[in-house]
């Protein structure tokens, strides 16, 4: 008798769960893999992003001249190698503020962003989609000035396309 009882209750309760599941964005999909690991086809691979920020800092012979930092929500990324790209959510705008190697030798001249050419130490991207591109520009001291950047001092922007 008690058998039958729960018979009868276990579509309830497995449709029950399963609406309760979906109401909260859950998937019922197993993800388990099946047949010698192939993937159900039921499940789908998780999300990713899929937008990239790429990070140059202007390098001559085998120096770095400056850091950059990027943040956004409540991650920060430090960069420090000639160029470097990482991902982050599609739709991110990111604070980018840099600190100079040295200040008296090669202090910084300006950031190269999508938007153009922008002075100052700190600068924003939106990271919209697909991959966006930011250098921090650094010269030697002087030809900062006259506004040469880094082309005047050999250096490079780490980008070489």
Same mark, same amino acid.
Not at 64 to 69: A, C, H, K
Not at 89 to 94: D, E, N
């Given at each position: 008798m008690w058998h039958r009882a729960m018979h009868r209750l276990l579509p309830v309760s497995v449709a029950g769960c399963a609406l309760a599941l979906a109401a909260c964005g859950a998937s019922t999909a197993s993800p388990v893999a099946h047949h010698h690991g192939a993937a159900s086809p039921n499940t789908q691979p998780a999300a990713a992003s899929s937008c990239h920020l790429a990070v140059a800092i202007t390098t001559a012979a $085998?120096?770095? =001249? $400056? &850091?950059?930092?990027?943040?956004? $929500? +409540?991650t920060t990324d430090t960069f420090t190698a000639p160029a470097r790209t990482?991902? /982050? !959510?599609?739709?991110?705008?990111?604070?980018? +503020?840099?600190?100079? &190697? +040295?200040? &008296? &030798?090669?202090?910084?001249?300006? =950031?190269? /962003? !999508? +938007?153009?050419t922008v002075k100052g130490s700190t600068t924003t991207v939106d990271v919209a989609s697909g991959t966006v591109h930011a250098t921090a520009v650094y010269a030697l001291a002087g030809a900062a000035a006259s506004g040469s950047g880094s082309s005047s001092s050999g250096g490079s922007s780490g980008w070489s396309g």
């Open positions: $085998g120096t770095t =001249w $400056g &850091t950059v930092t990027a943040t956004y $929500g +409540s990482i991902a /982050v !959510p599609c739709g991110t705008t990111v604070t980018l +503020s840099q600190t100079a &190697t +040295s200040t &008296t &030798t090669w202090p910084f001249a300006h =950031w190269t /962003v !999508p +938007s153009g």
